[in-house]
């Protein structure tokens, strides 16, 4: 499946773009909870289309946070991979599922999601400077976490960072910088998986995705760095503000849709 691009309609694909590269790197999301909404609302994309040309954007998007994290010794590579590995698997089956899940219903049961992670950021300030070891506990719970963001890549067209962020930050202690690190390290096979199954589908728009991607390389770096220039306190209610601006967004759109869809 294609979208029609114009002149206005690629202008509003960069400029998509370099608002959600800048959240990428702030927040450690692959800016997927920005593209799906905005390509819906302001360029007309089917739901599913939407989801899909988003996970492909967030490919190239998710690579440059990497490298702005890594720069700074923030990324945790071995517990990166281990999502990974989980998110892969989960990743082909969120787009298994995408055809068949009322989107209505995930909307809301996504929103309802955030709504419960806002309250627990408020309740877990994360220190910074303290190293995560991953032993066989934690990383059997972050192949667990790996799965279900995958899963939720693939239907919701998001990298899963806005789930394993705030997991990493409140379930296994990490620095709020190394989470959104390793977060956007998981996203690159994840996208790139979530992509395969979607191509398939012909659930992606390979130029929407493009231009999404290739704009929010652009600003990424910059949202990594104000990330690191404000404290965790301050950092949590910034992302906290964000997740309360998606989930509104997610319920309004899902109220709207007709029950069944």
């Known amino acids: 499946m294609t979208h029609a691009h114009g002149t206005r309609s690629i202008l509003l694909h960069l400029g998509v773009g370099l608002l959600a590269g800048a959240l ?24 599913r289309l939407a989801s899909g040309t988003s996970l492909a954007a967030i490919l190239p998007t998710a690579t440059v946070g990497v ?15 281990i999502l990974a ?14 055809p068949r899940v009322p989107v209505r219903a995930l909307q809301l049961t996504f929103a309802g999601f955030l709504a419960v992670v806002v309250v627990s ?6 220190s910074r400077g303290e190293p ?11 192949v667990a976490l790996g799965l279900v963001t995958g899963v939720l890549a693939g239907l919701l067209g998001v990298g899963g960072g ?3 962020v705030p997991a990493l930050i409140l379930l296994f202690g990490t620095s709020d910088l ?27 728009d390979l130029a929407g995705a493009a231009l999404v991607g290739v704009a ?20 949590n209610i910034v992302f906290a503000l964000f997740l309360v601006f998606i989930a509104t967004q997610l319920a309004v759109r899902a109220l709207r849709r007709p029950k069944g869809m």
């Open 85 to 98: 590995a989980g998110a892969v698997i989960g990743a082909q089956g969120g787009t298994w599922l995408l």
């Open 216 to 235: 929010a390389c652009t600003t990424t770096a910059l949202g990594a760095w104000l990330a690191k220039s404000i404290d965790p306190l301050t950092g």
């Open 162 to 164: 806005i789930v394993v």
């Open 121 to 126: 950021l408020f309740l877990v300030i994360p």
């Open 132 to 142: 995560f070891d991953v032993t066989w506990i934690s990383g059997a719970g972050l």
């Open 24 to 47: 990428s790197g702030m927040f450690g999301v692959g800016g997927g909870t920005v593209i799906v909404p905005l390509l819906v609302l302001l360029a007309a994309y089917p739901q």
């Open 178 to 204: 190394i989470a959104r690190g390793t977060s956007l390290l998981m996203m690159i096979p994840t996208a790139i998986s979530g992509t395969i199954g979607n191509l398939r589908r012909h659930n992606v």
């Open 67 to 81: 490298i702005s994290y890594a720069l700074s010794g923030d990324v945790q590579w071995f517990a990166g991979i």
